[in-house]
């Protein structure tokens, strides 16, 4: 937790270098590359770096380090043959990758290139971080992960400034190629000469092991990652590359918030809903983490928009100021999506993968669809209202799969949470909507956080709640 905290305010650090030094034209760039390495990336990895933890640990109960020596070859071999192929191909294809990402005819193939250098240094981070996880050298992989990340600020900074965009596409590489240093030395610390790849210890039946393992995974980030890539393309062709940096801005304020609570779903929650026993026992645990989120959640999101302006000029800076009205339509579909997903982990920890799949390329899909419509009317605010009610119907769909599948309800207790949570964001999107004096905004968020309170209060469960939230932070930041 500590070091996914560090990595979010090192990422921030980032983002207001790059608003500064490259503007939001410069920003668009920037995402569009980071998103292209992450889709080579993450096809590159095939899902195996789960398979990895999940084997290693088991060899190391055993006490077998012949097959961890195996296990940890084999990977590193096997994945790094993919990602030379996947990288290789890529920067083949560079012109035509370059089109597609910017629309520019191949006028950025160059930066494309530079990008794709780094895929195999991420693949083989990705295998040592597997490695480290499965023989829980927490020490080790916590260490290299905050080292990386605050040393990588400083180098970022150092090629921003005088390189401008290529500047940024070598510090997204530098990062990877820290990690790996960092990590494989960790490696070695933690389990001496086992941590050195050989390839006389290569085996085919190791590799075929960790095949299949983080498959659902893998299309689903695959999926998301495309989809990104694709709307922020769309922009481009329509409004230009500085509207595109515009919503990857509000994009990135949405991930940097939710992400350690998207952490905490995918650790505490997804292993105490895989724990349960009956369908009784499941739905407690759903609904109580739908309660709790709805504690947490909804008052982020409304100092998130009542708070938008500000937040804007000190995390980036003026020219960023539409942002904070794409927040305004964007940060509700979170709260929708939030109790989606909720739902959808304990779909997938009972194994529907596929049903789980599914309803995710069929998101996918309706999401596009919506930001095709809604974009040609009504420009960023469209992407963001297709996000909001492409989430809505991400959430109805879970709900009646987990009916299905899972014999899920919410009760009445966990409906009221959610209730409160979409009144109070909604409420206050709408009434700091056209308000351009920031105190004022800032305002109208207190007045409706203490009525939502009020409410809230003659709700028996949600003292609890409250006190279990505060408790979580505060054990957290110990």
């Known amino acids: 937790m500590g070091s996914s905290i560090l990595g979010s305010l090192t990422q921030v650090l980032k983002g207001k270098i790059s608003a500064l ?26 899902g195996v770096p789960n398979g990895i933890a999940r084997n290693i640990a088991v060899h ?16 590193f071999i096997f994945l790094a043959a993919v990602s030379l192929g996947f990288s290789g191909l890529g920067m083949l294809l560079s012109p035509l990758i370059s089109d597609m990402l910017f629309d520019d005819g191949g006028g950025r193939a160059n930066l494309v290139v530079l990008v794709l250098l780094g895929v195999p240094v991420g693949v083989a981070g990705l295998v040592y971080r597997s490695l480290l996880n499965g023989t829980r050298s927490v020490k080790q ?26 500047g940024a596409a070598l510090g997204l590489v530098s990062l990877h190629l820290l990690y790996l240093v960092l990590i494989s030395w960790g490696a070695r610390v933690a389990i ?4 050195r790849p050989r390839l006389a210890a290569f085996r085919w039946q190791a590799v075929r092991m960790n095949m299949g393992f983080g498959i659902h995974g893998l299309v689903i980030a695959v999926l998301t990652i495309f989809s990104t890539l694709l709307v922020s393309r769309w922009i481009i062709t329509d409004f230009g590359i500085a509207e595109s940096g515009l919503f990857s801005v509000a994009l990135k304020v949405t991930s940097v918030y939710l992400g350690g609570l998207y952490a905490a779903a995918s650790g505490y929650y997804f292993a105490s809903i895989a724990r349960a026993q009956t369908p009784e026992e499941l739905a407690d645990q759903i609904d109580k983490a739908i309660a709790l989120y709805m504690v947490i959640v909804p008052p982020i999101i409304v ?14 800076s003026a020219e960023f100021l539409p942002v904070a009205t794409i927040l305004l339509v964007l940060l509700p579909g979170d709260v929708l999506r939030l109790v989606a997903e909720t739902i ?18 069929a998101w996918t899909v309706c999401y596009m669809v919506l930001v095709k419509i809604l974009m040609a009317r009504y420009g960023l605010i469209g992407i963001a209202l297709a996000y909001l009610v492409s ?46 004096y920031w105190p004022i905004k800032i305002a109208i968020g207190v007045v409706a956080l203490a009525g939502w309170a009020v409410v809230s209060s003659f709700d028996p469960q949600f003292a609890a709640h409250a006190r279990k939230s505060i408790d979580i932070v505060l054990r957290r930041r110990k």
């Open 21 to 46: 030094v490259l503007g939001p034209a410069g920003v668009g760039v920037v995402n569009q590359l980071t998103l292209c390495f992450s889709l080579f990336l993450t096809a590159s990895s095939l």
């Open 60 to 75: 190391q109960r055993e006490e077998d380090e012949e097959a961890i020596r195996a296990q940890l070859s084999s990977s």
């Open 141 to 166: 992989l916590t260490f290299a992960r905050m080292a990386a990340d605050v040393l990588s600020v400083a180098v970022f900074a150092a090629l921003v400034v005088p390189f401008g965009i290529p």
């Open 192 to 195: 001496g000469a086992l941590s």
């Open 303 to 316: 100092g998130l928009m009542a708070g938008g302006d500000l937040i804007v000029r000190i995390l980036f």
């Open 344 to 361: 959808g982990q304990a779909i997938l920890a009972r194994k529907h993968f596929v049903l789980s799949a599914g309803i995710m390329l």
């Open 391 to 436: 989430h809505a119907g991400l959430m109805v769909a879970f709900l009646v799969a987990g009916r299905i599948v899972l014999g899920y309800l919410p009760r009445i207790s966990s409906t009221l949470f959610a209730i409160r949570g979409f009144a109070l964001v909604g409420v206050t999107a709408f009434a700091v909507y056209g308000v351009d």
